[in-house]
């Protein structure tokens, strides 16, 4: 585990990462990462002198159980309210199923394993809402119906990009492979939009963090094409 700027922890869970925010009101976790795995994040926690009772908020990015894996775990742990998008929300209950085709993908869902559904307290309807202070909820679909991505009103802005963008080595983005993403146009669309805002930080769900103006990354992402 790292801290990415003051107070925003980058917890590696195999080859994903679970993000802690501390808050004045408590923990905020974005994503809970691989099932079967939610003991590190207590591990974790315990690391910078809290306990998964600290935990107020799990801000989901999107469905897969790569980042929902931990999730039903901690929620009853800790009573964290959880926050997704509607359009992820019935993935995440278990009250849908995804149909996955590409053998690749379904290979690693088999050894991955499936999340535990859990209930979702609340949905997001509305861009731009706020789920807490200092935290904005960016629609941003493509990788998912309902991917969210998170801006963070901290250090001069801190991007939780989930899966609409990988980090890559030297500072710069790419793309998540693209077997995993529904709509590779509206995941591009997404990615352009967050080009257009203003953020110093970036953090993934796969792949290192940018640090120090990360929207230019964002910016040659968009402008050298796909």
Request: proline share 5%.
């Amino acid at each position: 585990m790292r801290e990415v700027v003051d107070g925003v922890f980058e917890l590696g869970i195999g080859y994903v990462h679970v993000h802690l925010v501390v808050t004045d009101d408590g923990v905020v976790l974005v994503d809970t990462g691989l099932p079967g795995k939610s003991a590190r994040i207590g591990r974790a926690l315990h690391d910078i002198r809290r306990t998964i009772g600290d935990v107020t908020t799990v801000l989901l990015t999107h469905h897969h159980p790569d980042h929902t894996g931990g999730l039903a775990e901690v929620r009853r742990r800790s009573g964290a309210r959880v926050v997704a998008h509607r359009d992820d929300v019935p993935y995440v209950t278990g009250e849908a199923q995804v149909v996955t085709r590409h053998p690749v993908v379904r290979l690693v869902g088999l050894i991955m394993g499936r999340a535990e559904p859990a209930p979702v307290d609340e949905v997001v309807t509305v861009d731009g809402f706020s789920p807490l202070p200092g935290f904005t909820a960016l629609h941003t679909p493509g990788h998912t119906p309902g991917h969210l991505s998170y801006l963070l009103d901290r250090s001069g802005g801190v991007l939780f990009a989930g899966d609409a963008a990988a980090g890559k080595r030297g500072g710069r983005i790419g793309s998540t492979p693209k077997m995993v993403s529904v709509d590779l146009d509206a995941q591009h669309r997404s990615v352009e939009r967050l080009a257009g805002l203003d953020f110093d930080h970036a953090v993934f769900g796969h792949g290192p963090a940018v640090t120090g103006r990360a929207v230019d990354a964002f910016r040659t992402y968009v402008s050298a094409g796909r």
